[in-house]
């Protein structure tokens, strides 16, 4: 690898040419990942016709296994496969997986998404590993690279949810399966961009040991796809022993820290100390945040009027966008913020920024809560509500997310580095199934679902039993029984309108509460990170 002194020959505007070819890559990954995102909740409540419990606890625990499966997928790569091996064999199974849901049936869908966690357990892991390879140890690039690196990321996640022709919206007007094929593509195209730029690699992720990849590489692979049928049927039927097991696993790393610390003296203590504290808050935030993709979609889905003053009318994954959009706009002038505050010696301590990051959000819940008072004939309310909801989730997710990686870090005593990293992923993987536990709380018994349940029961004998699939024959029923089916969601709408709202403004209250509690706090928190900032 090139001298960190000069600039390299393979770089590019001072980085390395290879940077560009991982944002591509991880730019078409999050496309595939945030366009199944968008949809799945929605595909479950209007293709499949389950109801929005039901669809809030299959979506709680995909998700929540996404988020596990790069802790195997990077010590699976460190030993054997290596990084670029990887990456692509990922890539390759999440474009499976979206292929295997074109199936338009129930069992499809939650093969395509145990397919689809194993090969982002690989992907996501391991193509982030890539990019810190490319610089050497104190390269002062190295943060503004990871910061594009970033900027792909959200890029990425816009295209999945543009309400003019992302993945979730083009999925909801021309049809469902019609969104996870292009999802599938984009990744396809993914492992493309990867696979041809591997020149600009500089070598970095191959594998450490190519005698052990010889003898082990194709088992790896073999026993990777045999997972699918466990997580198939841990999507299934096993969501609450998933909790149990995520809960389990987490309990059992927060005592092996806690071991350590007062093993290591007071300093290492009281850090560990911190760092656990911060976890707990970094778990609350995010359980709130990841209702974008359940509650808050059906939500948008059925009680907001989605008209973009006049503009345009956004589907309602479209709504998803706003959380890209303001990441794009705020990134880069959150980032000169703190360089400005630190300089005049007035940038908030890790603890405080935490707090007002969560205390941003509870404000942004509250938001709906106002914006219900300004609702219409149909229960809907002011889309920019919504908008400024996520642009305060945003805002707060600037102020907590990109330190967070740095702080495990910095925090973490230097044996324990990647098991604290570890914990760390973990917890958002229990973030999220928390998500689909609070997103529970808001399903209204007149949901869509319910409503075509119903109708469809009292059109036994009008309609002929289903041909192809699901989604075809709900289109069916809702033409036979138009009158009744739009009259029964009108009185849903109002349903669900009072049973998310109370739960959006408790919501909103409680973590305004913990975000100013944290502020209170952060002093002395910040006092036992010794030195840390």
Known sequence: MSDTSTTPQNTSQGHPKGLYVLFGAEMFERLCYYGMRALLVLYLTKALMKGDTEAFGIYGAYTALVYAAPVVGGKVADSILGYRRAVIFGGLLMAIGEFTILMGTEFGLFAGMAIIIIGNGYFKANISTIVGRLYEDGDPRRDSGFTIFYMGINLGAFLATAPLFGVGPLGEKFGFTIGFGIAGVGMLLGVLVFILGKGLLEGHGEAPDEAKLKKWGIPTYALSIAAAPLLYLLLMYGQSILGYMLGGILVIVVAQLLKAGFDGGRVQRDRIIVLLVLMVFNVTFWACFEQAGSSLTLFADRNVDRNFFGMFEFTASGTQSFNPIFILLF?????????????????????????????????????????????????????????????????????????????????????????????????????????????????????????????????????????????????????????????????????????????YEQMGWITVGIGVFLVIISRPLNKMMHGVK
């Open 331 to 503: 990134g880069s002038l959150f980032t000169w913020m703190w360089v400005y505050l630190d300089r005049k010696n007035i940038n908030p301590n890790i603890p405080m920024k935490f707090g007002l990051g969560i205390l941003q959000l509870g404000v942004g819940y509250l938001l709906i809560w106002i914006g219900s008072n300004s609702i219409d004939q149909a229960y809907r309310m002011p889309i920019y509500f919504l908008m400024f909801t996520y642009m305060l989730h945003t805002t707060g997710e600037l102020f907590l997310s990109p330190i967070g990686l740095s702080m495990v870090t910095k925090l973490a005593p230097k044996h324990m580095t990647g098991s604290v990293m570890g914990a760390w992923f973990l917890s958002f993987s229990f973030s999220n199934y928390l998500a689909s536990m609070i997103a529970k709380l808001t399903g209204a018994e007149g949901d869509e679902a319910g409503v075509i349940a119903s109708l469809v029961k009292s059109a036994q004998g009008t309609l002929a039993p289903p041909v192809g699939t699901i989604e075809t024959w709900v289109g069916q029923v809702q033409g036979v029984l138009a009158p009744g089916y739009f009259d029964a969601l009108n009185k849903a709408a109002k349903a669900n309108l009072d049973s998310y709202v109370p739960i």
